[in-house]
């Protein structure tokens, strides 16, 4: 995809010049909390969930058992609805206790295989280790959870996504910063937990002699809370913060210095700032305009003033400024600002996310199934934009009109 020579971008960017590579940021947010899975302690908690889950799915009377104790289905850890992945998990350390007590349930039943199976995840689930891994992973993910809603929205620019991705980096590290404070809370609740399944929570044992614990961290601490904060938590908020400080950075997040052109922005904003943002701006995307450069940086130079003389006044009558390139947009005149309300139009239709188009993926798989295997393309088309679209209002009258109109060898009477 990303190869320099026969890439999937290069190959565009050969037919399209002017096309702009923009990563979609759902990936870039899945791909930094998937590191994660680096802490070994939130990797075996994570394949526990799975199974745990799968244990259930399987089966019906055990699925009924669970709906009985839980009153809801486990959501699943899907790896590509990735905000199911998020509710799975929070779901999980939230009713720990019930899943446990479902299980112990089952591990009764006069089936050999399946009462051994439940009461072997009964073991695991009430190991001190996995319940502290749950409860940091679903403390970070509480955190990443709104910014992978948000990036699911069909209406979304990137001006917006960049201020909830900033938003997200900087709690987590608020969390990191005060990481005693933050793993306190994290750790009453494995407290809580701890007691409601008879567990107690203590250090992991050390082997004598001054010998090494190759299948687990060999912190040495004064505490169980300073030892699981030490081993779990702090690797844990490192690795996924630096991945994302890492694909999230400034270059990424600024859009191409697009968002110079943002009210909230250029009233901030220096004459002596607006000069390097001008060449910028001219060297990305000067041969859209057909303009001489020297001209288009004077015209644009001269914008940007009663650009910023516009959103001044606007502010100063206690306005409130537009965030979204959309609405931006929609109070710029091109006639007064033609290379402004250009730079705006690309920022407005930049993607922020695949989302839309793994839709259409979705549906497309929804539709064509084995049994409409021979369905013509004009048919499957039609029907894919009804069920995509199925937002936008049908007139069944002059559909039926349509209908009647076009050439049948039958006679159609109304």
Aim: charged letters at 25%; one cysteine or more.
């Amino acid at each position: 995809m990303l190869s320099e020579i026969r890439g999937a971008v290069t190959e565009i960017q050969k037919e399209a010049t002017n096309a702009v590579k923009t990563p979609c940021y759902s990936h870039k947010l899945n791909n930094s909390i998937s590191h994660s899975s680096k802490v070994p302690p939130i990797r075996d908690a994570v394949s526990v969930m799975k199974e745990v889950i799968a244990f259930f799915k399987s089966h019906p009377k055990r699925r009924t058992v669970l709906m009985n104790t839980l009153g809801c289905a486990l959501k699943s850890l899907c790896e590509t609805r990735w905000v199911e992945r998020h509710e799975g998990v929070l779901q999980f350390s939230m009713d720990l206790a019930k899943i446990v007590e479902t299980l112990e349930k089952i591990s009764e039943w006069h089936d050999p295989s399946t009462a051994g199976k439940a009461a072997s995840l009964v073991t695991t689930l009430t190991n001190q280790q996995f319940i502290v891994s749950v409860l940091c992973l679903s403390d970070v993910l509480s955190v990443t959870q709104s910014l992978s809603k948000i990036l699911q929205k069909t209406v979304l620019d990137l001006n917006d996504s960049a201020i909830q991705v900033n938003n997200t980096i900087s709690i987590l590290a608020s969390r990191r910063e005060n990481i005693d404070t933050s793993f306190n809370s994290v750790w009453q609740r494995a407290k809580d937990i701890a007691e409601q399944l008879g567990v107690e929570l203590n250090v992991p044992r050390i082997p004598r002699g001054g010998g090494r614990q190759i299948y687990r961290a060999n912190h040495q601490t004064n505490s169980a809370e300073e030892y699981y904060r030490v081993a779990i938590y702090v690797p844990l908020l490192d690795y996924v913060l630096t991945d994302l400080r890492q694909r999230f950075s400034t270059e990424t997040l600024d859009t191409f210095h697009l968002t110079v052109l943002i009210p909230e922005n250029i009233i901030k904003n220096s004459p002596e700032e607006d000069v390097k943002s001008i060449q910028f701006l001219l060297e990305r995307f000067g041969r859209l305009l057909d303009l001489d450069r020297g001209v288009a940086s004077q015209l644009l130079k001269d914008e940007m003033l009663l650009w910023r003389v516009k959103w001044k006044q606007h502010k100063e009558r206690e306005q409130e400024l537009p965030a979204t390139a959309v609405d931006i947009l929609a109070g710029c005149n091109k006639d007064a600002f033609p290379i402004v309300y250009n730079f705006i139009c690309i920022l407005a239709t930049l993607p922020v996310t695949n989302a839309s188009a793994e839709r259409s993926f979705s549906s497309l798989r929804r539709l064509k199934t084995y049994l409409r295997a021979t369905m013509k393309e004009t048919r499957l088309l039609g029907l894919a934009l009804m069920h995509i679209h199925r937002h936008i209002p049908i007139d069944v009258e002059e559909v039926i009109t349509k209908f009647a109109k076009s050439n049948r060898k039958l006679e159609f009477n109304i």
